[in-house]
């Protein structure tokens, strides 16, 4: 009679642990993606600034649209390039904070 009270502490208890590596998991990840959108943040600050210190110090409408094009190149490859980390970062996110879980499932029903 006793051995499904002990059982359910077991579970309990396996459930616990896995709600800590978790909350670990999700920790490290989320510091992982502030730090990459403040450095991404930062950058393209810097970026934009030096940008528009060129275009003031531009002579030509042709030297302007010239840095203009290539200010919306390198945005445009920036943006693709910090997506894909912010995707993988996210993907590693969902994956590490449940990877603790799995199998408990299993274990609950037997």
């Not at 203009?68 to 190149?73: D, E, G, L, M, P």
């Not at 390198?74 to 910090?82: F, K, N, R, T």
Request: proline share 2%.
């Amino acid at each position: 009679m006793l051995q499904p009270f002990a059982n359910l502490q077991k579970l309990g208890q396996e459930n616990l642990e896995a709600t800590i590596k978790a909350l670990g998991a999700f920790s490290a990840n989320a510091q992982a993606i502030a730090t990459e959108s403040a450095d991404y943040a930062r950058k393209s600050f810097e970026y934009n600034s030096s940008v528009v210190e060129k275009l003031a110090g531009a002579t030509t409408l042709d030297k302007a649209i010239e840095l203009q094009s290539s200010y919306v190149k390198g945005a445009y490859d920036s943006l693709v390039g910090q997506s894909t980390k912010m995707g993988a970062l996210y993907t590693a996110l969902a994956t590490d904070t449940f990877k603790p879980f799995e199998g408990l499932l299993s274990k609950a029903k037997a």
